[in-house]
Structures are given as structure tokens and as C-alpha cells.
């Protein structure tokens, strides 16, 4: 699969379980509002460590570098990274969705790392 797909897959994936894990409220109660969609940072992160980028700095670095277009308010790294930490809650419940809800942590043979 190329890399843009990938990306567009994972982030169709990620925006599709966000909206069903967030209640009726927003995520946020105060505030500025992010530059990014917390649909795009975790998609961000996610293609990121499947790449082998596994900090803030080099997440950031590389889809400064190669994908600003696909993410145009990519801002400084801090913004991301504060964003990226304060999603760690949804991001499990993410990787639960992945995992555990089809059986994947049960079954002996794992299809999902």
C-alpha cells in the first residue's frame, strides 16, 4: 500500500472511532481551540511510529518536511506535542477499539501489535 494511502486510511479509521468514543460534549471545555484536529495528530503519531519516528521532534520534523501540504497548520512541535499528550485517554480508547472489543487480545494468534 503507498504511503498515501496509508495515511488516508488511518485517518478515516482514526475520525470514524473519534466521533463514537466523544460524547455528545466536546473534549475540551476551555481554551483555545488546536491548530490541528485531534483526528490528524493521532493520525500523525500513528503513521509516525509505524514509520519508526518515535518522538515529538521527529513526528514533527518529518510531516513538516514531507507532508505540510496534507497538514497546512502545522504549527511549532510544543503545540503538537501538548495536543498530541493531552489525547492519551482517547488514544487508549482507541487502541481498544483496535484490539480488544474484536477479540484480537484473546485470541492466540495476534493480527494486531
Known amino acids: 500500500m503507498p ?12 475520525a470514524a472511532h473519534l466521533h463514537t468514543l466523544i460524547d455528545a460534549g466536546s473534549l ?3 481554551g483555545f ?3 490541528l484536529t485531534d483526528s490528524e495528530v493521532i493520525t500523525m503519531e500513528v503513521v509516525g511510529e ?6 515529538d521532534v521527529g513526528i514533527w520534523k518529518y510531516f513538516s518536511r514531507h507532508w505540510r501540504s ?5 504549527g511549532s512541535r510544543t503545540p503538537l506535542a501538548q495536543q498530541a499528550a493531552n489525547l492519551w485517554v482517547i488514544k487508549q480508547r482507541l487502541h ?5 472489543d474484536p477479540g484480537a487480545a484473546t ?7
Do not use: E, M, N, Y
Not at 496534507?70 to 502545522?74: A, D, I, K, Y
Not at 485470541?107 to 501489535?113: E, G, K, L, N, T
Open 70 to 74: 496534507w497538514f497546512p497548520p502545522l
Open 28 to 30: 475540551r471545555q476551555r
Open 107 to 113: 485470541d492466540p494468534i495476534r493480527w494486531v501489535d
Open 33 to 35: 481551540a488546536p491548530q
Open 50 to 55: 509505524f514509520l519508526g519516528v518515535d518522538t
Open 3 to 14: 504511503l498515501k494511502d496509508f495515511i488516508i486510511t488511518v485517518f478515516c479509521w482514526v
Open 96 to 100: 481498544q477499539s483496535l484490539v480488544i
